[in-house]
């Protein structure tokens, strides 16, 4: 099993005084996702809960929606010139009634810490594709100061980070701001990935009365995999890209953005944020 960190050499200037010494930094390795044996996608990761991403990955593809899906995940041998095993390659096998999507060349996936898709085929394949529709699920209302707590309480659990400063994080919180789990990982939507997978191994999807907050931006996939996985708030502490607020807007999501201390910016699903009517401008 790859480290979650590992050391280098730096060289340290502060202040005109030069000196060198260690530095603790993120690992980051590539990690082959195989489905029933065959190559699916390639990711680039921080070594750890693999598995979980694995199957959190294949419920953002709509692939895996029950824990009753999955039958096991193994990691399997790698690339070496001696066949070992490097820990950077597993198959996921699904049970044997659950529809396999069409594995050819051209629908392998190579995917990275700032991936996505774009174009309204995909706003519209995720609207059809989602198992749970967030408009359907009994209503979630969370408050502004609700929201203004969780970056911290996120930022107090990430561990790693502490020791390195090079991860992204996603947390899954209750709507009454209770934190269920947390990730860490190089790349924003593996961290998002392995929430979802854990979640999906332990039998809790959907995730239908939870707030997932990620520590970056709100990308369309990152969207995406919150609507796969029935969540219906999705808060960062960053902006949203367009297609995030579209697909937000398309599947009721709730999306708030730039959320820093007291303030923040809901994008859509602003039914779901308990505001003073007086408050609202605009």
């Given at each position: 099993?790859?480290r979650?960190?590992?050391r280098r050499?730096?060289?340290?200037i502060r202040?005109?005084a030069?000196s060198?010494r260690p530095?603790t930094?993120?690992?980051e390795?590539p990690?082959?996702?195989r489905l029933n044996?065959r190559?699916?996608a390639?990711t680039?990761?921080?070594p750890g809960?693999?598995f ?6 294949l419920?953002?593809?709509?692939v ?13 041998a790698?690339a070496?010139a001696?066949?070992?095993n ?6 996921v096998r699904?049970?044997p ?10 629908r392998n996936v190579y ?8 174009g309204?085929?995909?706003l519209?394949a995720v609207?059809t594709t989602?198992?749970w ?6 209503p979630?209302?969370?408050t502004?100061e609700?929201?203004a ?7 107090a659990a990430q561990r ?6 090079g991860l ?5 919180f209750t709507?009454?701001?209770e934190?269920?789990d947390v990730r860490e990982?190089?790349?924003?939507h ?5 929430l979802?997978?854990?979640?999906l191994?332990?039998?809790d999807l959907?995730l239908?009365?939870s707030?997932?907050?990620?520590s ?8 995406q995999k919150a609507?796969?996985a029935?969540?219906?708030v999705?808060a ?10 579209d697909?937000a807007?398309?599947t009721?999501l709730?999306?708030?953005?730039f959320?820093?201390?007291?303030s923040m ?8 944020v308990?505001?003073r009517a007086?408050a609202?401008?605009?």
């Amino acid at each position: 099993m790859g480290r979650v960190t590992e050391r280098r050499k730096v060289i340290r200037i502060r202040d005109g005084a030069v000196s060198a010494r260690p530095d603790t930094l993120v690992a980051e390795e590539p990690l082959e996702i195989r489905l029933n044996g065959r190559p699916l996608a390639i990711t680039m990761r921080t070594p750890g809960d693999d598995f979980a991403l694995a199957a959190g990955f294949l419920v953002s593809e709509g692939v895996l929606a029950e824990q009753e899906d999955l039958r096991n995940i193994v990691y399997c041998a790698g690339a070496t010139a001696d066949g070992s095993n490097t820990y950077n390659v597993v198959d996921v096998r699904t049970a044997p009634d659950v529809p396999i999507p069409d594995i050819t060349l051209e629908r392998n996936v190579y995917t990275t810490s700032s991936c996505g898709l774009c174009g309204k085929a995909s706003l519209d394949a995720v609207r059809t594709t989602a198992r749970w529709p967030i408009a359907d699920t009994p209503p979630v209302r969370v408050t502004p100061e609700l929201l203004a707590d969780l970056p911290d309480r996120l930022r107090a659990a990430q561990r790693v980070f502490d020791r390195t400063g090079g991860l992204h994080a996603a947390a899954l919180f209750t709507e009454d701001g209770e934190l269920v789990d947390v990730r860490e990982d190089v790349g924003r939507h593996n961290a998002v990935d392995k929430l979802v997978g854990r979640a999906l191994r332990n039998g809790d999807l959907p995730l239908s009365r939870s707030v997932l907050l990620v520590s970056g931006r709100a990308s369309f996939e990152l969207a995406q995999k919150a609507v796969m996985a029935g969540i219906p708030v999705l808060a960062a502490v960053s902006a949203p890209s367009s297609l995030a607020v579209d697909l937000a807007g398309e599947t009721g999501l709730t999306l708030v953005g730039f959320l820093r201390g007291s303030s923040m910016n809901v994008y859509a699903g602003e039914d779901r944020v308990t505001l003073r009517a007086a408050a609202v401008q605009g």
